[in-house]
């Protein structure tokens, strides 16, 4: 496993922005999901309180069960994974947050009543076992080790407040034993979240790339730098981008066939990834054109990256000539670019200001650079 999946299994900072967003929608929509079953399962189960505990007290819990399916309704409102109003952390907070205050509440409760007969006491006992149920929950969601014991220790806490202050269905000591099983469920369960949160690892990294020149797909790269776009926009830090098409790669195909066209591509895109940063992009924007975005980087810094690119070289044509290109480059502060459209938009056309200026050159600002 490479250290950066790894960093990313532990910690929920080292995630890429691609997987963070693909996560949070996940997290969001299963959140939903499982409030609004609550919501409606939670009210249900009042008429057996009723039947099984004495009156008032199956009042009281009738109140608290409105009080949770009301809480629960709220949150599944606000988890709208089209638009989520809630990071996946806040969200799932919120869904352990409600049974959390139910079994607070509901123990003391159960310690003032005498519960009489045995089906009153096994029902009790079951409510005991709510930070159980809870804790086996955190199993559907691609959590990472540290959000898994974030979210686990409250409902530990609440467990051994309840044993402290004495409102447990049985002895202190068989407590304590509870309580070493919840904490190696929470182990357990939290090993599951990032299970998945690796599945999913892995089925982005293989959906989201091309395969021939391990850049980011189209379709996903868009989706990249609108994000990145937005930040830098609220940031208002720079943000530049290079447009690049390989300068005759048609007459590579034609001459050579298409294994060398491939070959050629190959090149290119290792020599791409050699100048980018970790929080560069790489993306293949068409057959020969690739697409690079540098966040918080001015037009300086692009130009300066490009000179190592060309330094290095973009790698031999089949016919042992060296491999050019046609670069444009474009800035969303110096440029006055409000969408990401605009800017690939601006680039796009100084790479056909490149090819038109003789190829194997750069422009940049409306400047021809030469390569």
């Not at 123990?107 to 709510?130: H, I, K, S, T």
């Not at 056909?352 to 050159?361: I, L, N, W």
Request: hydrophobic share 50%.
């Amino acid at each position: 496993m490479p250290l950066c999946q790894l960093h990313g299994l532990l910690f929920p900072g080292e995630l890429s922005p691609l997987i963070q967003r693909r996560r949070a929608l996940l997290i969001v929509s299963r959140t939903r999901l499982v409030a609004s079953l609550f919501a409606v399962l939670t009210p249900l189960w009042i008429p057996v309180d009723l039947y099984v505990f004495p009156s008032r007290l199956a009042v009281f819990f009738a109140g608290l069960r409105i009080f949770a399916a009301l809480a629960f309704t709220t949150l599944a409102i606000i988890c709208r994974p089209d638009r989520p109003r809630l990071s996946p952390r806040w969200a799932l907070a919120g869904l352990l947050a409600v049974p959390v205050i139910f079994f607070l509440i509901s123990e003391p409760l159960l310690a003032g009543f005498d519960m009489g007969g045995q089906l009153a006491q096994v029902m009790a006992a079951g409510y005991a076992f709510l930070p159980f149920v809870m804790v086996a929950g955190l199993s559907m969601f691609p959590i990472t080790a540290v959000e898994g014991g974030m979210l686990s220790v409250p409902l530990l806490i609440a467990n051994l407040v309840v044993g402290f202050l004495g409102y447990r269905v049985m002895p202190f000591d068989s407590h304590l034993g509870a309580m070493w099983l919840l904490a190696l469920l929470s182990v357990v369960a939290t090993l599951a979240g990032m299970s998945q949160l690796h599945f999913m690892q892995q089925l982005i990294a293989q959906a989201s790339h091309d395969v021939l020149t391990k850049a980011y797909s189209r379709r996903v790269g868009e989706e990249l730098l609108e994000l990145q776009f937005h930040m830098s926009r609220r940031a208002g830090s720079p943000f530049s981008l290079i447009f690049l098409d390989i300068d005759d790669f048609k007459m590579i195909n034609d001459r050579f066939g298409h294994e060398e066209g491939d070959d050629a591509l190959r090149q290119v895109g290792s020599a791409l990834r050699h100048i980018l940063r970790r929080a560069d992009l790489l993306i293949r924007w068409g057959g020969e054109e690739f697409v690079v975005v540098m966040p918080d980087t001015g037009l300086q810094g692009a130009h300066s990256a490009l000179q190592r690119l060309l330094e290095a070289g973009l790698g031999q044509r089949p016919d042992g000539s060296r491999m050019t290109a046609s670069i444009g480059v474009a800035e969303r502060i110096t440029d006055a670019c409000l969408t990401w459209a605009d800017l690939v938009g601006k680039a796009d056309r100084r790479m056909y200001a490149a090819k038109q200026a003789g190829k194997g050159c750069i422009v940049l600002t409306g400047e021809t650079i030469a390569a």
